[in-house]
């Protein structure tokens, strides 16, 4: 497209978490060079000062701006918020991005088990405290990634044991994160109906990232190692559908929500991610959890 026909997105502040690297770095090289001032999160600043020099040096814009990020402690989220906030009067694009997928049982700060903590739980906690500032700013977008790997968690969320204390394996415990990210954006997207604010879970395809090769995945990551060059597509053709929903004005797009997307189109998701009972009771246990956690004594006290 030449790049007048772009939708032109100046004046619009965008977050992209975990945009250090892969899908995140290609979405928000794409959101900076349509113009938009572009929140880049990062969890480790060395990593996220290098990303913001690619993304100024790729597009030469000057108003893309690093956020300190770790979605596994709630004070670090808590911190971006309240920076974000303060900082910047508006939120059109929240882009819920960074994940992680691993073969051994961690977790996060407040004792989630990591996946679950990370890829659900921080973003849900995160989306809570911008949703005033996402629906002042409408119209309004959230796009949050989740994977074709939801379909895995064929059972659904796994209520007794949420937290995969009894028994972990990683790719079930990756499987029902992800199905999480579908279940809380089409939740979302039913809460703020008729707000202005669309909310749509992407796909981005199976992309050459360093998604689950920095070790996460151990022996596992061989599939990524041997057949990763073969079929997966880059980390650009990833970030094609999480930009479309940022910025599309296409009516198709803009006036979507509570979808599933993939490779630029809207798809049903699993029978489990489109059923809006399973949706609310995450909710209901997300806010549960997020309360309980924040009114227990953090690892300072608690020594
Ligand atoms: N790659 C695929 O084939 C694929 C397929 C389906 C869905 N997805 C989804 O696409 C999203 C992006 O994946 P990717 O392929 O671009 O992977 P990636 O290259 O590994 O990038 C993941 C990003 O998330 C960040 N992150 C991890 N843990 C974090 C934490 N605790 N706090 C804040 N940020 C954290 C990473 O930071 P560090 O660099 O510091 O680790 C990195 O910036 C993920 O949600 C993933 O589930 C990917």
């Not at 030449?2 to 892969?22: C, E, H, K, W």
């Not at 959230?142 to 949420?162: C, I, Q």
């Not at 057949?227 to 559908?241: H, L, N, Y």
């Not at 049903?268 to 997020?290: F, G, K, M, N, Y």
Request: net charge positive; no cysteine; hydrophobic share 45%.
């Amino acid at each position: 497209m030449p790049r007048s026909a772009r939708p032109d997105l100046t004046g619009q502040v965008v977050i992209v978490t975990g945009a250090n690297a892969g899908i995140g770095l290609e979405t928000a090289v794409g959101l900076a060079a349509k113009g938009a001032t572009v929140v880049m999160t990062a969890r480790t600043r060395a990593k996220g000062e290098a990303a913001l020099a690619e993304v100024q040096r790729r597009t030469g814009s000057r108003a893309v701006v690093l956020g300190d990020l770790d979605l596994s402690a709630f004070a670090s989220i808590r911190a971006f918020a309240a920076w974000f906030l303060e900082r910047f009067d508006r939120l059109d694009v929240l882009v819920a991005n960074a994940g992680l997928v691993l073969d051994t049982r961690r977790e996060t700060a407040e004792g989630f088990e990591e996946m679950f903590g990370v890829n659900h739980l921080g973003h849900f906690l995160l989306t809570s405290l911008l949703q005033e500032r996402l629906v002042a700013s409408a119209p309004s977008r959230v796009a949050v990634l989740t994977s074709v790997a939801h379909r895995f968690a064929v059972g659904g969320l796994s209520r007794a044991d949420l937290q995969s204390t009894r028994a972990f394996n990683g790719i079930a415990a990756y499987a029902q994160s992800k199905l999480a990210n579908a279940l809380f954006a089409a939740e979302l997207a039913r809460r703020l109906a008729g707000t202005g604010v669309t909310v749509n879970a992407v796909h981005p395809g199976a992309i050459r990232s360093r998604f689950g090769r920095d070790g996460d995945l151990g022996v596992n990551a061989w599939f990524l190692t041997v057949f990763g060059p073969i079929v997966m597509r880059s980390p650009k053709a990833g970030a094609r559908t999480p930009l479309k929903l940022a910025s599309s004005t296409a009516t198709s797009v803009a006036g979507s929500t509570g979808g599933y997307w993939s490779h630029g189109r809207r798809w049903p998701a699993s029978r489990r991610a489109r059923d809006p009972e399973e949706a609310r009771w995450l909710w209901a246990e997300s806010e549960r959890l997020v309360a309980a956690a924040s009114a227990a004594p953090g690892p300072e006290e608690r020594r």
